[in-house]
């Protein structure tokens, strides 16, 4: 089963981080990607939230906003498409994910229209 393994992170804390350890945190993202690589079918690292721009459609007018819809003290950054046996195994693909140390991944199982 494929699963969306959403990756939530504090970008202002994320930021403030010195050059060291974003060089630190960018490469145990790339030993998770080499140790899961027969698992990962997709996923992107995302920009921040302040070059996102939010879409709804209101009686027939497109409406934009810039950024995200809601505040929140975690933002999504990235994710990973993974294919697990069960949700167990995607729960543990999903705790090696170095966000997880500060963060947290959201789990999603992705559906499968027939």
Known sequence: MQYAL???TNETRDSQASQQEQ?????AYFA?????????????????????TTVQLRDGKTLTTDGPFAETKEQLGG??????NDLDEA??????IPGAAHGCIEVRPVMVFE
């Open 6 to 8: 959403l990756i939530y």
């Open 79 to 84: 994710f990973y498409l993974v294919n697990a």
């Open 32 to 52: 998770f990607g080499e140790e899961y690589k027969e698992k990962i079918t997709g996923g992107e690292a995302l920009m921040p939230t302040n070059s996102a």
């Open 91 to 96: 729960i543990q693909i999903a705790a090696r």
């Open 23 to 27: 060089e630190a945190v960018t490469a």
